[in-house]
């Protein structure tokens, strides 16, 4: 590898490793560079006999990549590292030692596939995974989990999930998940409820602090009387069909005489 791509690997991992967090900004700077020199280098979508010891260098550079993309919330930037990831992760998967981030990163490829509802290509993603990988990896047994106890309705146990996260990352995605669902949610408290207590609104919503609450209320047009500590939800006016009489009556009408005619 060329003293300038190692020169810039060294200074990506510094900042990545930084303490007591990554400097995403340093990070995303010095990886436009090095994505860059894997192009030119022929190891960004590596073909034929490339270096192995090239190839593990360049697959961390992607991998690193991928976990700042999450921690600056950077979905599409994500996308499009774990998609270079997968010549790496397939082509070389017998050539390469294992990696210990594959299936972190792979873990959260599947939550983000749910955060998008995109079900189908969560269970094609699964299909690649043996089955003891499925039952046995943290990072894969999380979003599997995740994905049963949605169609279970289960939003209880998605919601304690968070806390049971096997990397910090996967927390961005699940709090995106509960956006979701919080608005399902909501949508039916309107359609069932014409108010509710403050605090059991905010227990069927998941939230933790009242602030929180009121401000999901105050974007939702919901009334909320602190003094009398309740939510009324606000009731989309029903619309009125008018109905034109004279014009059905006089159809109708022609209906009959031209069946006559037929008779």
């Known amino acids: 590898m060329a003293s300038k791509l190692k020169t810039l690997y060294e200074e990506l991992q510094r900042a990545f490793y930084a303490q007591p967090s990554s400097d995403l900004k340093k990070c995303a700077a010095v990886l436009t560079q090095l994505k860059i020199g894997l192009i030119q280098a022929g190891l960004l979508l590596p073909q034929g006999n490339v270096n192995l010891g090239d190839l593990v260098v360049a697959r961390d550079i992607l991998e690193i990549g991928a976990f700042c993309s999450i921690r600056s919330q950077d979905v599409p930037s994500f996308d499009r590292y774990f998609s270079q990831l997968q010549t790496f992760y397939i082509d070389y998967s017998s050539s390469l030692p ?28 699964l299909e690649n995974l043996s089955a003891d990988v499925i039952a046995e990896n943290p990072f894969i047994r999380h979003p599997v989990n995740l994905e049963r106890w949605l169609m ?69 047009g919901w009334e909320v009387n602190l003094t009398a500590s309740t939510i009324t939800f606000a009731k989309k006016g029903e619309e009125k069909m008018e109905i034109p009489k004279q014009r059905l009556i006089a159809a109708s009408l022609a209906y009959a005489r031209e069946l006559e005619q037929i008779v």
Request: proline fraction near 4%.
């Open 98 to 125: 294992p990696s210990k981030r594959e299936y972190p990163i792979r873990g959260l490829n599947l939550v983000r596939l749910l955060t998008q509802n995109r079900i189908a290509d969560f269970h094609t993603t």
């Open 152 to 220: 279970e309705g289960s939003y209880s146990k998605v919601w304690n999930a968070r806390a049971e996260a096997p990397a910090e990352e996967y927390k961005f995605f699940v709090d995106s998940l509960m956006g979701t669902i919080r608005n399902e949610i909501a949508s039916c408290e309107e359609a069932a409820y014409e108010s509710l207590p403050l605090k059991d609104a905010a227990t069927l919503l998941f939230f933790t602090n009242q602030s929180d609450l009121l401000k999901y209320a105050q974007n939702r």
